[in-house]
Every structure is written in C-alpha cells, then in structure tokens.
C-alpha cells in the first residue's frame, strides 16, 4: 500500500533555530517527492520538488533531502523565522499520468519568540 | 490575479442540505483536483478532472458528485450534507499531460460546517 509517514508529528524550536522534518515513504513506482508548507487557514504551498536522480534541493532558507533507495526525505530549516510556524506536508507521486498525489499527515512546526 | 480560486470560503448549513463549492483557476492547467482535509489535517483526494474528463474518482459517497463545465472550473456538488462531511475542502490544479512534475497549486479552502 502506497503510504508517507513524517515525523515528528509536532515541533517546538525557539526562534533562529534549525531544525529538521522527517518523511518515509513505500509509494511505488516513485515519480518525485515535493515538501509543502500549510499555513493555519490556507492552501498548501510548495516548497521543492526532487526527481529520483535528485538528492538535495534548496529553496531559500529551506534545504530539502532525498535518499530513493531507502526511501527517506528530509527538511531542513535554517536560521528559523516565526513566519516558518506552520504545517509541513510531504508528498509523493507515484509514476502515472493521473496526477495523484500521497500526503504524509504533516508536522506541525510552531516557532517561539 | 488569484491562481485557484474558491467560494464560499466558509459555508455553514444544516444537516440533508444540498450544497455547492466551486472551484476556478486560471493557469491553464489541464487537470483540476478536490481534495478533502479533516480534522487530523490529512489531505484526501477525492476526485480529479482532465479536460473535463473524470481521471481519478476515490471512494466518496455518491452525494459528492463533481461537476466540470470547462476546463479552468470543477465544481463540488453535496447532497444531503451529513456531520461527517464537516472538514476544509481544497481545490487544486496542474498542468499533467505535458508537464514533468505535474506541481499542483492549491486554493485558499472552503471551511464547510455541517449542524
């Protein structure tokens, strides 16, 4: 069964921290794996997307990792802000021409002053 | 300009109501989406349009029924609203057919509460 599973499930880092998400994935066959970020109240944004042949990608303060043969994924944020304070979802497409994307269930991220 | 676009944000109505959400984006895309996020903040697809086509139909009762009348809109039809149906529904587009990654953009939500 094609699942995500992230980890943890909630986080509390003071301002100007780093701090990192975790993603396991079993979605087969793999297409790409992207991070997106919920604000309370809002659609998803994406923050990166990784091919199989990628295994890092950066955007801004955000540095996303892939390791495709164990099947792992990793957010990496820097130098925390407290606009970072959200839900952070990570995603997998499996090869197909539908579109169809597995959520993880999100870790919420909560950044103190 | 708003890429996705939904309304109402918020609909509040009685249990065996009929309702409706629609769903506009204006990128292009082929491929619109509706997705279903509960409680626990897990996103759901609930069903997919192509061209107007029905590409991905999840299990849904059948009171959920989308409708498409062009590409650029999907709307979301419900029949005799139920508690469970309480949640924030998100619509979403991309472009599939002829883009590598397929990057879904997601509108703002509608906070459904059913009483």
């Known amino acids: 069964k094609n699942q995500v599973e992230q980890s943890p499930q909630s986080l509390i880092i003071l301002e100007g921290k780093n701090c990192t998400l975790q993603?396991?994935?079993?979605?087969?066959?793999?297409?790409?794996l992207r991070w997106y970020k919920q604000d309370t109240g809002r659609g998803p944004v994406s923050l990166t997307i990784?091919?199989?042949?990628?295994n890092t990608k950066s955007n801004g303060r955000y540095t996303a990792t892939l390791d495709a043969d164990t099947k792992q994924s990793s957010l990496h944020i820097t130098a925390s802000q407290l606009s970072d304070s959200a839900s952070y979802i990570c995603v997998v497409s499996a090869k197909n021409n539908t579109g169809k994307l597995i959520f993880g269930q999100g870790t919420t991220l909560q950044v103190k002053p | 300009d708003t890429a996705v676009s939904q309304t109402p944000k918020y609909l509040v109505t009685q249990m065996g109501n009929d309702k409706s959400i629609k769903c506009e984006q204006n990128l292009g895309h082929d491929t619109m989406y509706w997705y279903k996020q509960d409680s626990k903040k897990f996103l759901k697809i609930m069903f997919s349009y192509n061209n107007k086509e029905l590409i991905i139909n999840e299990t849904v009762p059948n009171r959920f029924s989308p409708k498409s009348p062009d590409k650029a809109h999907l709307n979301l039809h419900i029949n005799s609203l139920e508690l469970g149906d309480s949640a924030v529904y998100f619509c979403?587009?991309?472009?599939?057919?002829?883009?590598?990654?397929?990057?879904?953009?997601f509108g703002p939500g509608t906070r459904l509460t059913v009483t």
């Open positions: 979403a587009s991309s472009q599939v057919r002829t883009s590598g990654n397929g990057e879904q953009y």
């Open positions: 993603c396991n994935y079993t979605v087969s066959p793999f297409s790409n």
């Open positions: 990784m091919t199989f042949s990628e």
